[in-house]
Structures are given as structure tokens and as C-alpha cells.
């Protein structure tokens, strides 16, 4: 039998039982959906860190100390000192205060407090909406003033302007300076600039006993020195620590490897169990292909006495099975390419993209999978001897 004969036997089938179809499909359906919807989902991720990095520069520079004890502690006037070299253009310190009590009249919140100097801003490539941001002279006389993120701001003031108003920031007074424009996660740090909120760094430290420096950003002038600014402050750090380690320097091409690498591999996570439900979907393949077999051993042994081969019944069972893991396939396929289209009006903060060739690859899965499942029952029933299958009720 040719080829487009078996596809339209098999059609005919699929069409003579539609609910039993639909229902065998299904976990293909999910499979290809879930696949095609992760991956545009992990895409999109991977896509929008690499916009966030790059909107930041290509010169920036993260350093995070992870020792502990007073052979691992910063000083402030001295990293600051570092600013003089000429591979070095901007250095901002910083000091973060997770989960603060911020209190303003009635309204108290939990908010991230970061202490950092003038620099902090421009670094992260944010705009003042309202007043003012840190300036030197609040690190030199220890002003009690706070900068607030949009969200922050909205939070406590909602469209009033705030600059001049008084907050208190675990029990001690802050004097509002200024307000930032609404930016979007800070990913080199993981600090928003809209949820936190900003004072000079070493207001931070006498006010709320914090620690040492843990995290500082440089940036350098051009991004063709960058690596000898990277190669500056980690021999600075290995001097001043007396070792190599207890610290971490990276540039933002590394960190942003890092992010791609992780979001990947949470992703190829979820594609893994996304695919088990292909696998699920193809056992539910072959059950119902035996059921097929049983209810049509008649028809099996009619057309093998009058002269039909093996081969040929082990191909239309075959072609059946295929037919119906690839139709599961197309409408995973439409479905997860709908459900990617739909997400971002769901969430607004999440992009998706879609790919043709991972929608093409999960198709070709679906399609093996109904062929490598639907071979044992295809095989089973071209091995049927026509004179047991005529005598069949």
C-alpha cells in the first residue's frame, strides 16, 4: 500500500473516534505546549538579562567580599583612594540593610535600605525624578537624609512630592532628599532602585551598627581597559587580604553569563519534566493501539487472506500511531505558541520568544514518540495468523 493510502486510513480512524483520539493525544499535547512554552518563557528571560546588563555598560566591575573577620574588611577612604588610578573612573561602595521597618504617619512598610555614596546613581544608570540624590558632603558631615526609590515613594506619599518629609527608618529620623525615576531591577546586585532606599553610607553604618563593605562597583573609563581594572582591584584585595580568596571581582560580560547560565539551566529543568509528559503520552499511545489491535483482529485477518503482507499491517498500524502523535504535536505546537503570545499580557514583567526551531524539534519528538511507541503494537498485529483472527467474534 502507498504511503498517502496508510495516511488516510489511518485519518479515517482518528475521525471515526474523535472523543478516544483526543483523549489518547493528550498528554502529547501537554508535553509539546509545555516544552514550547518554557523555552520561549527561558528565551525571553535570557534575552531580557542581556538587555539589563547591557543598559548598565559593558565597564562595570562587581566586587563581592564573602570573608568574615577584620582581615576581610573594607575601608571606605580607602577604595576610594583607588578612584585616582587612571583604569579606575568611578567607585561606589555599598552597605545593604535587608528588611527595615520604614515608617511614615500611618504606614509602615519593609523596604531595603542601602547605604552607598554619590556615585551609586549614575553607575546604575538612574535618573533623579525629584530633588536630589547623595552628594560628598552628606558622607562628610553624616546627614541623616534618605533617597527613596518610585515604588517606595508611591507607597508612602503617593503623587505628593516628598522631598523635605521626615521617615523613620528603624527608629532613627531620615530626612527625605530626593526621589528616583521608576527603573527596574538592579540585576548586578539584585537591588531595585524602585523598592529601596538610599542614605549616605556612613550615616548607614554609625546608624544601624552595620558591618563592613560587602559589595563595591567600579567602572572603567573605556571598556578596552576594563580588564586591566578588573586585574587592579583583585591584586589590591589580594594584598590587603594576605589571599586570593574571601572575595569575588567580575565584570559584567561574567555576570552575565552567570545569570544566562542559571535561567538556562532552571529551564532545561522544567523542559526535562515537560518531557516526561511526551513519554507519558506515547505509553498512552501504544495502550490504546492494543486496544485497536484486539477490536480490529477481524479486519486483520480479512485482509491478510486476501493477500495482504505482514509489512502492510505493521505499517498501517504503524502510520496510525504516528498520525496521531503528530496531530497531538501540531495542536501542542498551536497551543504553546498561543499560551507564549498570551503570557506577557499576564505578566507584564516577563518576555517571551519564540523559537521555530525548538517548535520544529518538539513536533519531530512528538512524531518518534508515536512511532517508537506505536511499533510494539504494530508488530503485534501484523504477527496475527489470519485463520486465529477470522475465527475471532
Known amino acids: 500500500m502507498r504511503l498517502f493510502e496508510l495516511i488516510y486510513m489511518a485519518m479515517r480512524t482518528v475521525v471515526g473516534n474523535p472523543m478516544r483520539t483526543l483523549l489518547t493525544m493528550l498528554g502529547v499535547i501537554i508535553g509539546v505546549s509545555s516544552v514550547v512554552t518554557l523555552v520561549s518563557i527561558g528565551q525571553g528571560t535570557s534575552a531580557a538579562i542581556e538587555k539589563q546588563y547591557e543598559a ?11 570573608g568574615v573577620g577584620r582581615a576581610t574588611q573594607l575601608d571606605y577612604n580607602d577604595l576610594m583612594q583607588l578612584q585616582q588610578l587612571p583604569e579606575i573612573e568611578t567607585i561606589a561602595p555599598t552597605i545593604v540593610k535587608g528588611s527595615s ?24 544608570k538612574g535618573e533623579i525624578a525629584s530633588g536630589r540624590f547623595i552628594s560628598p558632603a552628606d558622607l562628610e558631615f ?31 529620623v531620615f530626612t527625605v532628599a530626593g526621589v528616583i525615576k521608576e527603573k527596574g531591577s538592579n540585576i548586578s546586585g539584585g537591588v531595585s532602585l524602585d523598592d529601596s532606599v538610599f542614605v549616605p553610607l556612613i550615616t548607614a553604618q554609625r546608624s544601624f551598627k552595620l558591618g563592613s563593605i560587602r559589595t563595591t562597583y567600579l567602572e572603567a573609563p573605556t571598556k578596552e581597559q576594563l580588564s586591566q581594572a578588573q586585574a587592579t582591584i583583585t591584586q589590591y584585595l589580594t594584598y590587603k587580604f594576605k589571599s586570593d580568596s574571601g572575595f569575588q571581582v567580575q565584570n559584567q560580560d561574567e555576570l552575565m553569563k552567570a545569570r544566562v547560565a542559571a535561567s538556562s539551566s532552571l529551564n532545561n529543568q522544567l523542559i526535562s519534566v515537560a518531557c516526561i509528559s511526551l513519554l507519558v503520552g506515547g505509553i498512552g499511545i ?12 477481524r479486519e486483520i485477518g480479512i485482509r491478510k487472506s486476501i493477500g495482504a503482507k505482514r509489512r502492510n499491517i505493521l505499517m498501517q498500524f504503524l502510520i496510525e500511531a504516528t498520525v496521531i502523535s503528530g496531530l497531538g504535536g ?9 499560551l507564549s503570545l498570551a503570557w506577557p ?13 525548538v517548535g520544529l524539534y518538539s513536533f519531530l519528538f512528538s512524531v ?20 486465529d483472527a477470522l475465527r475471532t467474534d
Open 56 to 66: 548598565l555598560g559593558t565597564n562595570l566591575i562587581v566586587v563581592n567580599v564573602m
Open 101 to 124: 521597618n520604614i515608617k511614615y504617619d500611618r504606614t509602615q512598610e519593609k523596604y531595603t535600605v542601602v547605604g552607598t555614596n554619590e556615585n551609586y546613581l549614575s553607575l546604575m
Open 142 to 172: 553624616r546627614n541623616q537624609i534618605a533617597v527613596l526609590g518610585s515604588t517606595v515613594a508611591e507607597k508612602y506619599f503617593g503623587r505628593l512630592d516628598p522631598v523635605g518629609e521626615d521617615i523613620n527608618i528603624d527608629g532613627v
Open 286 to 297: 501504544m495502550n490504546i493501539m492494543l486496544v485497536t489491535v484486539s477490536e480490529r483482529t
Open 330 to 338: 501540531i495542536v501542542g505546537l498551536l497551543l504553546g505558541c498561543g
Open 345 to 357: 499580557y499576564f505578566n507584564p514583567q516577563q518576555e517571551t520568544q519564540l523559537s521555530f526551531q
Open 368 to 387: 518518534g514518540v508515536g512511532m517508537i511507541f506505536g511499533l510494539y503494537p504494530a508488530n503485534k498485529a501484523s504477527k496475527l495468523r489470519p485463520i
